[in-house]
T-cell receptor
């Protein structure tokens, strides 16, 4: 069945360093890959997404890359700040329904 | 306009009781999704509505779980004879039309605790 694997499960970086979170997906029909940020006790919020016809997308300090051949996609956060600390989820979608299959999440801690 | 809302925000129930969780999507959004988030886990898809019909129920864990949507708006997720393993945060999300690759807007969730 559809599956998304996300690594690492926890990530601790110093403020100003970069953070990279990686995901792999199993369904080759997947063509939409959003990333959500979830702060403690809050709802998930979309931070960036990428569609399968694009290899890379950037929005200020956040970038996402997609390798469809390898079925990998990654989130890159540069110049991390303490407010970036949260749980990050990758997801993949490819069905006609648009349902999202989520990874298990990465807890990012940015130390000041 | 208002975002996705859910009620109650917290629900504590005893094992064996039935519960109903409510989701009010963004006005005009035709597609609605329910997800479940267990402690420290990712979100698990439960069911998808397009209008009032549910073409994808593949994520419902057992026949104790059911959901309906009326008037193309409010949705209710019902769990019968609750079990302790049903304890989780239940999130709903809406999107302007199903299958389109745009942002799913999430509600704040209902935290269900089954004692």
């Amino acid at each position: 069945g559809e599956n998304v694997e996300q690594h690492p499960s926890t990530l601790s970086v110093q403020e100003g360093d970069s953070a990279v979170i990686k995901c792999t997906y199993s369904d080759s029909a997947s063509n939409y890959f959003p990333w959500y940020k979830q702060e403690l006790g809050k709802r998930p919020q979309l931070i960036i997404d990428i569609r399968s016809n694009v290899g890379e997308k950037k929005d200020q300090r956040i970038a996402v890359t997609l390798n469809k051949t390898a079925k990998h996609f990654s989130l890159h956060i540069t110049e991390t700040q303490p407010e970036d600390s949260a749980v990050y989820f990758c997801a993949a979608s490819g069905s006609n329904t648009g349902k999202l299959i989520f990874g298990q999440g990465t807890t990012l801690q940015v130390k000041p | 306009g208002a975002g996705v809302s859910q009620s109650p925000s917290n629900k504590v129930t005893e094992k064996g009781k039935d519960v109903e969780l409510r989701c009010d999507p963004i006005s005009g959004h035709t597609a609605l999704y329910w997800y479940r988030q267990s402690l420290g886990q990712g979100l698990e898809f439960l069911i998808y509505f397009q209008g009032n019909s549910a073409p994808d129920k593949s994520g419902l864990p057992s026949d104790r779980f059911s959901a309906e949507r009326t008037g193309g708006s409010v949705s209710t997720l019902t769990i019968q004879r609750t079990q302790q393993e049903d304890s989780a945060v239940y999130l709903c999300a809406s999107i302007s039309s199903g299958g389109s690759y745009n942002e799913q807007f999430f509600g704040p969730g209902t935290r269900l605790t089954v004692l």
